[in-house]
């Protein structure tokens, strides 16, 4: 509800205007009156008003003194100012001060009172928009950590450096490319890739938690992971002093949290570090470290590697063939095997030709390669041990003893992958069910009927529903509700999403409906799980 001032120096008009009208039909809440200025700055200054009515002619302060007065002090009260005398001095003063609308006398109640809605609806508006600002800020500045933590992953992983150029938005971030960071790159040692999906995110929380119980002591900090599953924590800071402590102290600190990460979880971490350098450089360093840690695999401890000065012809080492689209990851998905082949060879064309050829380079293509087949074995359903001919290659660098070795040991295991896979969906039952498992996984997050499985494949939905059930030994509705519950337990674990949020990106369009469905399927609610 809102309040109204009406101020005037004759008694009779101010009791018209408070009594003749029906002011609580259009939401005024209260009724003020003064007959004069100054009584009516008291009230102003010890009321919430809303709207005010004021006659200009009035002693002491007059009506346009108080508009002014007003306008400074409490600029979204409304004012109203009416005058016996249709003077284009006082009709400028009123602009002036912002006034919202000038009256000459006489004027019908009805006019006032139309007069003073118009004004309400002004209020209304300018606060529901100054509601819908405030509520856009907050999310503003609830997702600012997710918008630098991104643009941190656009400059450092991506290499978009070009980004740190756009004076703006870096002000709008609070990011100056003048600052200094320190990066820490961790990994889990060993087949990290074949680790059940529970057990990995079980990793990451803890690479987060420990790491952070350490260093919390220099925000802001920024953990990123790459494709490698390395996980990058960035420690920007414009004070190089902060730096400079951390950095003192930080091999002290890789070999606490390396044996906290050993003894809480019983899997080593090998750990990489940079030396303090300008944000500009923060590609070329993740690049480096990217490389160093590449180079270790599982031991009984796991490694920790200090700052080194890299050789001027390791630097910019990377292959066009590896990027390019197609790529080998896309041609697996396909499960065309010639294709897959001419990738892998020209890869290790492009690589013989390279002026200098770094033992880095050759471990980066051999664990791209290995942990796309890998992770498509995984997605697949199929054990790594089928079709790969040596496991040992897996898991040591050392068991590798040429390029050449590397190459054809690659397409060996990609074709050996391949036709194992091609073999076991040889029946046009089982092309159908991938074909059913494929769509699904392409559209669970959206609404998805079996009528639209089955005229994506051409059967009637009865025969998909009873072929589905009978081989898979579970029905379409719940193999769906899985895929979505393991999607939403992966987000509520990354604590990143509110839960509402979660729901529509899971599929569901009711937060209600999303609630009891992983109740019934968890057996805690989402809110408990987080």
């Known amino acids: 509800m809102f309040n109204l001032l009406i101020v005037d120096d004759e008694i009779t008009a101010v009791k018209g205007l408070a009594y003749g009208i029906s002011w609580n039909d259009i939401g005024i809440d209260e009724i003020f009156t003064a007959y004069n200025g100054q009584e009516a700055l008291e009230i102003i200054n010890n009321h919430k008003i809303d709207i005010l009515i004021s006659d200009i002619r009035m002693p002491l302060v007059t009506g346009l003194e108080l508009a002014e007065r007003i306008q400074e ?8 100012l009416i005058s016996g005398y249709d003077e284009f001095d006082y009709a400028q003063e009123a602009i002036k001060y912002q006034v919202f609308r000038y009256l000459t006398k006489p004027i019908a109640n009805e006019e006032v009172k139309e007069v003073v809605n118009e004004a309400l609806r002004d209020i209304k508006n300018s606060l529901k928009k100054n509601k819908e600002l405030e509520k856009a800020n907050l999310q503003i500045e609830e997702m600012m950590p997710y918008v630098i933590k991104d ?22 971030l609070s990011i ?31 690479f987060v938690n420990t790491i952070k119980k350490y260093v919390s002591i220099l925000p802001p900090i920024y953990t990123i992971y790459d494709h490698y599953n390395h996980l990058i924590f960035v420690y920007s800071n414009d004070s190089i002093s902060k730096l400079n402590e951390l950095e003192s102290s930080i091999s002290k600190l890789a070999e606490t949290i390396q044996y906290t990460f050993r003894h809480s979880l019983g899997h080593t971490l090998s750990m990489a570090w940079s030396k303090i350098s300008s944000i500009p450089n923060i590609h070329e360093t993740y690049k480096a470290l990217n490389n160093q840690i590449n180079r270790h695999l599982h031991n009984e401890t796991g490694i920790i590697i200090s700052p080194i000065k890299k050789k001027k012809n390791q630097l910019n080492q990377s292959l066009f063939n590896m990027k390019k689209c197609p790529t080998f990851k896309s041609l697996l998905e396909s499960f065309d095997v010639n294709r897959c082949v001419q990738k892998i060879q020209l890869i290790f064309e492009e690589y013989s030709n390279l002026d200098y050829q770094t033992k880095d380079l050759t471990l980066n293509i051999f664990y791209t390669l290995t942990n796309n087949l890998i992770e498509s074995s995984i997605s697949n359903n199929l054990s790594i041990n089928e079709w790969v001919t040596d496991e040992s290659y897996l898991y040591s660098y050392e068991s590798i003893e040429s390029v050449k070795h590397l ?19 040889e029946t046009e039952k089982h092309a159908l069910i991938r074909k059913a498992k494929q769509y699904i996984l392409d559209n669970y997050t959206e609404q998805i009927l079996l009528n639209d499985i089955a005229n994506e494949l051409y059967i009637h939905p009865n025969y998909l529903s009873k072929l589905f059930k009978d081989n898979e030994n579970i029905n379409i509705t719940q193999y769906i509700t899985n895929l979505r519950i393991e999607h939403a337990k992966e987000l509520l674990t990354e604590n990143t999403h ?3 949020e979660i729901a529509e990106i899971c599929g569901y369009s009711s937060t209600a ?8 399927e968890v057996g805690v609610s989402p809110k408990e799980y987080k």
């Open 73 to 80: 002090t409490y600029p979204l009260t409304k004012i109203i």
């Open 151 to 172: 643009y941190y992953e656009e400059i450092i992983i991506k290499g978009n450096t070009f980004l740190l150029d756009d004076v703006e938005a870096n002000k709008y």
């Open 176 to 206: 100056n490319s003048e600052d200094y960071f320190l990066m820490l790159t961790c990994k889990v040692d060993g087949p990290y890739v074949t680790m059940p999906l529970k057990t990995r995110e079980t990793y990451k929380l803890a």
């Open 407 to 425: 190459e054809e040991w690659l397409i060996i295991n990609t074709q050996n992958y391949i036709n194992h896979i091609l073999s076991q969906t």
């Open 498 to 500: 509110k839960i509402y």
């Open 513 to 520: 409906h999303f609630n009891r469905t992983f109740k019934r």
